[in-house]
């Protein structure tokens, strides 16, 4: 006598095993979904999306991957290197908030480093960063008041981190600040893999009127071991329209202002 046919899982359960799975396997096909579940590729698609939606899994040229850690940050040199213009695009994109006269706080990093050149179409701005070569772009710019907060050297990312450069942003306002980050995604928020590098973007966002977030869909489903703060903490995400758009609503549905932006053609 055969046994009985098991009846087909109903969508939470056939998600929570699609979950489950990954969690073991890290990446999956749609095709590889398909096989396992004996369910068609638009059923795969629309639970890749719920889950995607919740910030639970993203999604990949013909597949899916759970979120992954990472245990250090690319150099500047290598970072300097890639995805320039969707850099560009988050940088013009970032720069429509600033108003002339405004004291604006830049977090090191090339995409923030990339707003360089926009804001200098800005009168009376006043510049913080603690990105080296940060200052040295903006100091070609006698129309800007440049201010470099100092403290611990960080060679690799070209910056200042730790207690003392913490404590020179604590003592300072920003009508905006502009924070820049390795990883992110809706269930973490923004994350580090430095502990050294928290307090200052945190002391940065509370001495801002506004905080922005600016970083690369690239990075969006990536985690580091130190949480800076959740994204509901920023008055405004920028990133790419590379960014999925089941993620894109998930983040919205929480209320951010999410605002993607298109490298020119």
């Known amino acids: 006598m055969s046994a009985p046919e098991r009846p087909p899982l109903i969508p939470d359960q056939r998600r929570e095993m699609l979950l489950k799975h990954l969690r073991h396997e890290g990446v ?13 590729h638009m059923t795969v698609r629309r639970d890749i999306a719920e889950l995607e939606e919740q910030g639970l899994v993203y999604s990949v040229p013909g597949g899916v991957r759970i979120a992954s850690g990472i245990r250090s940050e690319p150099s500047f040199t290598d970072k300097a290197l890639t995805e320039q213009p969707q850099k560009q ?4 994109e970032a720069a429509t908030l600033v108003r002339e006269g405004m004291t604006v706080y830049l977090d090191a990093g090339t995409t923030v480093l990339a707003m360089v050149p926009v804001l200098a179409e800005y009168g009376g701005l006043t510049a913080v960063t603690n990105d080296f070569t940060t200052v040295e772009h903006l100091a070609r ?6 201010v470099h907060v100092g403290g611990s050297v960080e060679p690799d990312n070209r910056s200042t981190v730790g207690p003392l450069a913490a404590a020179t942003v604590r003592s300072l306002a920003f009508d905006i600040a502009f924070v820049s980050t390795s990883s992110w995604d809706l269930l973490r928020g923004v ?4 502990e050294r590098k928290i307090d200052v973007k945190r002391e940065a966002m509370a001495a801002a009127a506004q905080s922005v977030l600016v970083a690369g869909s690239s990075k969006y489903g990536t985690f580091g071991m130190y949480k800076v703060a959740p994204l509901g903490s920023f008055d405004v995400v920028v990133t790419d329209s590379a960014l999925a758009q089941a993620a894109a609503d998930g983040i919205r549905a929480e209320g951010t202002d999410l605002r993607l932006a298109s490298p020119a053609e």
């Open 89 to 92: 695009a988050m940088a013009r």
């Open 28 to 40: 999956l096909s749609v095709q590889q979904i398909t096989q396992l579940f004996g369910v068609s």
């Open 141 to 146: 710019f006698r129309h800007i008041d440049v």
């Open 191 to 194: 994350t580090t893999p430095s």
